[in-house]
């Protein structure tokens, strides 16, 4: 195991750290992104905020908006466990 650790640092550029050395990409599609990691949370915010405060809307998609908002801030709480007692 010694001799692959001292192999591995001996061969490895950049002191070990690959970072910084893979070209960046521009040929990739900001969509297509979205579509696989889902779009960031603060932008999914102002689009249910932007809807829960459009008069022209019924009040079921202003309703349904607020929902989608409350369900991302859900998404962003810490979550907490619950308090387990020790039976000592």
């Known amino acids: 195991m010694q001799s692959l650790l001292r192999w591995g640092i001996e ?6 750290s690959a970072a910084g050395t893979a070209p960046r990409r521009t040929d990739l599609d900001p969509g297509i992104i979205d ?3 889902g779009r960031p949370d603060a932008e999914l915010m102002k689009e249910a905020l932007a809807k829960a405060q459009d008069a022209s809307l019924d009040e079921d998609a202003r309703l349904t908006a607020l929902d989608d908002l409350e369900m991302v801030q859900y998404k962003l709480l810490p979550r907490r466990s619950p308090v387990q007692f020790c039976a000592c």
Do not use: D, K, R
Not at 11 to 16: A, D, I, L, R, Y
């Open 11 to 16: 061969n490895s550029s950049n002191g070990g």
């Open 35 to 37: 579509a696989i990691l």
